[in-house]
C-alpha cells in the first residue's frame, strides 16, 4: 500500500476507534445485477437485470465520497457488463480514482478479459480447483485461469466463498495463487445462508476445519488476504455486526454493511470476512489491527 493512501487510512482508523465514529470508509456500488452466469450459491444475479445509468452511478460516488468514503468496491451481478453510452467499467475506476478514493476495486467473475490496470485490485471469483468450481459457476474454470494469465496487470486477488461444494478445495485456490503471474493473493469468505441457499451452508465444526487450514496455510506462507487473528470469530459468528463503516448503495438506495441487512437472522450467520474483518478493526481489537497492518502492506 502506498504511504499516499496509509497514512489517511490511519487516521481514520484511530480516530474511528478513540472517538467511537460511525462512518464509513469502505463504499460498495453495484452497478447492475445483470450476470452471464447462475452460480449455485448467489441469489442477487438477474433479478431486474438492469444496467444503472452513468449520471446515477457518479451520483452514487460522489454521495459516498463526500461521506468519507475513500475504499471503493464496484459489484454486480457482473460488473465487466455494465455499459453506458460507450462508457465502461473502466471509466468509472478512472473516476472513481479522480474523485480522490484512495483505493478502487472490483469484484467479477473473471470470464470476461481482465483488463483493468487502472484498479488497485481486481477480485476474481474462483471456487475451488477445475470440478469444483465448474460444479458451482457452470463451465468456466479454464477462461478464467486464461484471463488472470492474460491480465493486463499484477493487480488479481482470487475471491472464494467456501461452501458444502467446495469447502475442500482451498488449497487448490492457494496454489494457483501463489504460481509467478497476476494473482497479488487470495481472499475468502464462508458460504452465507440467503434464503434458497442454504442447503451450501457449513456447520460451526466444518467452519473450524476450514479455519483451521486457512490458518495453516498463511503459516506456510500462501498469500492470503485475509486475518488469522478474526478466523475464531467468523467461526463462532461473535464478530459485531453491522459493520458500520461498510456501506453499499444500489439504484439510488444504500444500506450500512450489506444489502443482506435486510434479510432476517442473516447477520447471525455471516460469512462475508471483510464484514468480521473491518467490524473487529474499528471495534478496537489489537490483535486485528496489527495483523491487518501487516497484511495490507504485504499484499495491496
Ligand atoms: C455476488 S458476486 C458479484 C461479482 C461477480 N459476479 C462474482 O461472481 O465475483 C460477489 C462475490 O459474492 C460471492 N457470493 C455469492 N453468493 C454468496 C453467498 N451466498 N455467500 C458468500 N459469498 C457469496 C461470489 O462468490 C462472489 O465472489
Ligand atoms: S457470477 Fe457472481 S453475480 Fe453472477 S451468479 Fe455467480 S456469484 Fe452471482
Ligand atoms: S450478513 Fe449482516 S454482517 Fe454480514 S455482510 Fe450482510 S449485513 Fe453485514
Same mark, same amino acid.
Given at each position: 500500500m502506498k504511504l499516499r493512501s496509509l497514512v489517511p487510512l490511519s487516521y481514520?482508523?484511530?480516530?474511528?476507534?478513540?472517538?467511537?465514529?460511525?462512518?464509513?470508509? %469502505?463504499g460498495s456500488i453495484i452497478l447492475t445485477d445483470k450476470c452471464n452466469l447462475a452460480c449455485k450459491h448467489c441469489a442477487v444475479s438477474n433479478i431486474t437485470s438492469i444496467l444503472y445509468?452513468?449520471?446515477?452511478?457518479?451520483?452514487? @460516488?460522489?454521495?459516498?465520497?463526500?461521506?468519507? %468514503?475513500?475504499?471503493?468496491?464496484?459489484?454486480?451481478?457482473?460488473?465487466?457488463?455494465?455499459?453506458?453510452h460507450g462508457?465502461?467499467?473502466?471509466?468509472?475506476?478512472?473516476?472513481?480514482?479522480?474523485?480522490?478514493?484512495?483505493?478502487?476495486? %472490483? %469484484?467479477?467473475?473473471?470470464?470476461?478479459?481482465?483488463?483493468?490496470?487502472?484498479a488497485d485490485l481486481? @477480485?476474481?471469483?474462483?471456487?475451488?480447483?477445475?470440478?469444483?468450481?465448474?460444479?458451482?459457476?457452470?463451465?468456466?474454470?479454464?477462461?478464467?485461469?486464461?484471463?488472470?494469465?492474460?491480465?493486463?496487470?499484477?493487480?488479481?486477488?482470487l475471491y472464494m466463498a467456501i461452501n458444502q461444494i467446495n469447502k475442500g478445495e482451498m488449497e487448490e485456490v492457494c496454489e494457483v495463487a501463489k504460481q509467478p503471474g497476476n494473482v497479488k493473493a487470495v481472499s475468502f469468505n464462508f458460504h452465507t445462508p440467503y434464503p434458497g441457499t442454504e442447503r451450501l451452508?457449513?456447520?460451526?465444526?466444518?467452519?473450524?476445519?476450514?479455519?483451521?487450514?486457512?490458518?495453516?496455510?498463511?503459516?506456510?506462507?500462501?498469500?492470503?488476504?485475509?486475518?488469522?487473528?478474526?478466523?475464531?470469530?467468523?467461526?463462532?459468528n461473535t464478530f459485531p455486526t453491522p459493520?458500520?463503516?461498510?456501506?453499499?448503495?444500489?439504484?439510488?438506495?444504500?444500506?450500512?454493511?450489506?444489502r443482506c441487512i435486510d434479510i432476517e437472522g442473516l447477520c447471525e450467520e455471516c460469512g462475508f470476512f471483510f464484514a468480521a474483518e473491518f467490524a473487529l478493526l474499528f471495534s478496537g481489537n489489537a490483535r486485528v489491527m496489527l495483523d491487518m497492518f501487516k497484511t495490507y502492506m504485504k499484499y495491496i
Open positions: 481514520f482508523g484511530i480516530t474511528t476507534i478513540l472517538f467511537n465514529r460511525k462512518d464509513p470508509l %469502505v445509468p452513468h449520471p446515477q452511478i457518479k451520483a452514487e @460516488m460522489q454521495k459516498m465520497y463526500a461521506e468519507g %468514503v475513500r475504499i471503493l468496491f464496484f459489484y454486480g451481478g457482473e460488473p465487466f457488463l455494465w455499459r453506458d462508457l465502461t467499467l473502466r471509466d468509472l475506476v478512472i473516476e472513481a480514482k479522480q474523485l480522490g478514493f484512495l483505493l478502487v476495486n %472490483v %469484484v467479477t467473475n473473471g470470464t470476461i478479459r481482465v483488463d483493468l490496470p487502472e481486481v @477480485m476474481v471469483s474462483l471456487d475451488g480447483g477445475r470440478e469444483k468450481h465448474n460444479e458451482i459457476r457452470g463451465d468456466t474454470y479454464d477462461t478464467i485461469i486464461g484471463n488472470i494469465q492474460s491480465a493486463s496487470a499484477k493487480n488479481v486477488c451452508k457449513l456447520s460451526r465444526e466444518e467452519k473450524q476445519d476450514c479455519a483451521d487450514r486457512i490458518a495453516r496455510l498463511i503459516d506456510e506462507g500462501y498469500p492470503i488476504l485475509n486475518l488469522k487473528s478474526a478466523l475464531p470469530y467468523i467461526v463462532n459493520c458500520n463503516q461498510c456501506v453499499v448503495m444500489e439504484n439510488g438506495q444504500q444500506w450500512v454493511c450489506g
